[in-house]
């Protein structure tokens, strides 16, 4: 007796149909094959074949704009949501260097900016995640999109873990032990920008994927948006070394280089103490790499955003902001 073909095995399909037969998904079939993974309308075999495929093939920006519009209409988010004046997303986790880039995000929201970050953890062993070193720092993490509307509203920053803005995203994250290698949702859910915001900036850690994220938030309208390969794959400037901006800006793509900000590479510490964060940011600690490094994340994020003109502007401002901060505390009040 021959059984029914399941709904979801055609993307399976037209991903594996060998070397001369498959082909990339379409953007209404990227769209549906996330809809009903989302809804969990597939079944776990078919998840894990339809994953490996893509990774093999690797997800196109068609791809990654239309899984998500399929996610984001499934997020649950507050009706009176405060706009964020920068999404900045968080999925890589620190391997050898700091998460300098905490630094920069609670700069910027110190001086009146309403960042939200969004990410995952504890997918890749030994790497250290925005959720796990903010709470060392007494800056507290939301565990609900309402908690996040509130911090937003309140103090200028949020960061949620994707377990709690959408579980079954996370859930197919940590699924990376198990398949052994990371899945196209790692692009994609970097991409989900929840609150809508006007300003999204992105740090991925192999350079193939810039244009990806820069033409999928091109498809995904995003008003302005600067992708870097960032420290460790998070969104943190290596001052050592010279930075490709490729941006997206009222739907035109365009990209330029900042040079580095040293003649000189530093050595790399043998350790990574999450106590240096905070005794950076009340000058007990001269790291000279480290504030470079924060600096010129800051300066990243506020040319992203449109508030300065150029790069010498941006790292002057940013300069500003850093000499002028409350080094009692790192959030307003």
Request: charged content about 25%; some cysteine.
């Amino acid at each position: 007796m021959s059984q029914q073909e399941h709904p979801f095995a055609q993307y399976v399909r037209i991903l594996g149909k060998g070397r001369n037969g498959s082909r990339g998904l379409s953007g209404d079939e990227a769209y549906e094959a996330m809809r009903m993974i989302m809804a969990g309308e597939v079944a776990p075999i078919q998840l894990g074949a339809y994953l490996m495929l893509m990774r093999v093939k690797e997800e196109t920006p068609e791809e990654v704009a239309a899984s998500v519009r399929a996610i984001r209409e499934q997020l649950a988010i507050p009706a009176n949501a405060p706009k964020p004046d920068l999404d900045w997303s968080s999925y890589a986790g620190k391997k050898r260097i700091l998460p300098w880039y905490l630094l920069s995000a609670l700069l910027l929201a110190q001086h009146g900016i309403k960042v939200f970050m969004h990410g995952a953890s504890g997918h890749t062993a030994g790497r250290l995640y925005t959720k796990d070193v903010l709470p060392q720092l007494g800056v507290p993490v939301a565990t609900s999109l309402d908690e996040a509307c509130n911090q937003l509203a309140t103090q200028n920053f949020s960061y949620i873990d994707l377990e709690h803005l959408n579980p079954r995203l996370h859930d197919i994250i940590e699924l990376r032990p198990l398949l052994g290698l990371r899945s196209p949702v790692h692009t994609i859910a970097r991409m989900l920008n929840p609150f809508n915001a006007d300003h999204v900036i992105q740090g991925i850690f192999h350079p193939g994927y810039r244009p990806t994220h820069q033409e999928a938030g091109q498809l995904l309208a995003i008003p302005r948006m600067i992708v870097i390969k960032g420290e460790g794959g998070e969104i943190e400037r290596n001052p050592d070394q010279e930075v490709l901006l490729q941006v997206v800006n009222k739907g035109e793509m365009s990209e330029e280089t900042w040079p580095a900000m040293f003649s000189r590479r530093h050595v790399r510490p043998d350790e990574m103490n999450v106590a240096d964060l905070k005794s950076l940011w009340t000058g007990e600690l001269n790291e000279e790499y480290a504030e470079a490094s924060v600096l010129g994340t800051t300066a990243i994020a506020l040319y992203t955003m449109g508030r300065v003109a150029n790069r010498e502007e941006a790292e002057a401002e940013a300069a500003r902001m850093w000499a002028a901060r409350d080094k009692t505390r790192f959030l307003s009040a």
